[in-house]
């Protein structure tokens, strides 16, 4: 199993808050290192099948991580990975077990980069909002897909609290076509992109080659 890095030069990792149009107004932008990446596309999925298998691996034992370092009766923490770049949303009592729950996940084999997004709860207090949240998901699913000018399948959605999260290997083009397909969706209160972005070059370098066209026949009676 060939490491994602072999092939393609850096890619920018950004992670941007983008407010939604409907409630609040500006962007706030962060930029977090770079990333290498390579091979190519697994059907529709822009990462290899090594790094869909090393995502997997990364969310069970980094939920098993932070259920170690948090207050299980008065937190939630969710671990989101794609191709390695890690997303933690929810909610915690401290800052102490915030840090600590980042910090688990870090230490995991084959993570590249951490993006805490979780929010300090009161006592006691969890965040009603996991059906309308799965609801915004289903909605921004939907309206990628019905979009037709973007890949809805390089896109990886999470919703927190009516923030949606959205994450991929994507051209500037397709990040900036969805985030805003995404605030555009009633009840989204802010969209947060942790995107690898590529140039179109390097996004054609992660489509499969096209498989040759047999020859024509031109036999002659």
Do not use: W
């Not at 290498?36 to 980094?62: H, P």
């Not at 590529?198 to 040759?212: F, G, I, M, N, T």
């Amino acid at each position: 199993m060939k490491r994602l890095s072999n092939h393609l030069s850096s890619l920018s990792i950004v992670v941007a808050a983008v407010v939604a149009a409907s409630s609040l107004s500006g962007c706030a932008a962060l930029f977090i290192g770079g990333a290498m990446v390579g091979g190519t596309l697994v059907a529709t999925d822009r990462r290899t099948s090594g790094a869909q298998l090393e995502d997997q691996s990364i969310e069970l034992k980094g939920g098993k991580r932070v259920a170690e370092v948090t207050d299980q009766q008065k937190s939630r923490v969710s671990v989101t990975s794609y191709n390695r770049m890690v997303l933690l949303t929810g909610e915690v009592q401290t800052d102490t077990e915030k840090a600590a729950a980042e910090q688990a996940v870090t230490q995991l084999e084959n993570v590249r980069t951490v993006v805490n997004e979780v929010t300090l709860a009161g006592n006691n207090t969890f965040s009603r909002s996991g059906a309308s949240d799965a609801l915004l998901t289903s909605k921004v699913k939907a309206t990628l897909i019905d979009a037709r000018d973007v890949m809805a399948n390089a896109f990886k959605v999470v919703t927190e609290r009516g923030t949606v999260y959205l994450m991929g290997i994507v051209t500037q083009r397709e990040a900036d076509r969805a985030t805003d397909l995404a605030r555009s969706i009633s009840g989204v209160q802010k969209v947060v992109r942790v995107f690898e972005i590529v140039s179109e070059d390097e996004l054609a370098r992660l489509r499969p080659a096209e498989p040759p066209k047999p020859a024509s026949s031109s036999n002659k009676p």
